[in-house]
């Protein structure tokens, strides 16, 4: 249908205001950008194929860890070979790759509505259970009160995950 593209106008039709308005006016009127998208889901096919959509949750979370990964590869061949500088233009952008990758990933990885760990969960339960808890996981409005848990918890989660990452991709000797 088009929505598996690269092209970002598929997915600015379908979710403008998380893609461009609040994006806008967050780094107009508060210098810091803030945004989300939506990938279109067939929630039958979901109820059908729980397993298959809990690794498919985890797609967004596996592809933010990758490009860490990456951006990680990428200052430490780049401060071994000498191309990265310390405060460079080029540093400072590969490094906010990937800080914002490991935030985004880590951030989604979490098991409360509406984030992808909610649903991925349901690779630890058999068919029938992932079932029963799809139904009550979208059979309720809990998206507002997951994002303010998920919001709170996160400051404790994220620090010792964020230590971790950068010790071992950046600082460590292997």
């Not at 596996?62 to 233009?89: C, D, E, K, P």
């Not at 490991?102 to 349901?122: E, K, Q």
């Amino acid at each position: 249908g088009g929505q598996v593209t690269l092209n970002p106008v598929p997915h600015i039709q379908r979710e403008p205001w998380g893609m461009v308005i609040i994006p806008i006016l967050m780094l107009v009127f508060s210098n810091s950008v803030i945004g989300w998208a939506s990938a279109p889901y067939d929630p039958h096919w979901e109820r059908r194929h729980p397993h298959r959509a809990a690794w498919m949750a985890l797609a967004g979370p596996a592809t933010n860890y990758t490009l860490m990964v990456i951006a990680a590869i990428l200052l430490r061949v780049g401060w071994h070979q000498g191309w990265l500088h310390q405060g460079s233009f080029a540093e400072n952008l590969i490094g906010a790759m990937f800080s914002l990758n490991l935030l985004l990933g880590t951030f989604n990885l979490l098991p409360v509505t509406p984030l992808d760990g909610s649903t991925a969960i349901m690779l630890f339960m058999g068919e029938t259970r992932a079932q029963r808890y799809l139904d009550w996981l979208r059979g309720n409005s809990y998206s507002v009160l997951g994002l303010v848990v998920a919001l709170l918890a996160f400051q404790y989660v994220y620090a010792p995950i964020e230590s971790f990452a950068r010790q071992v991709l950046l600082w460590s000797h292997f």
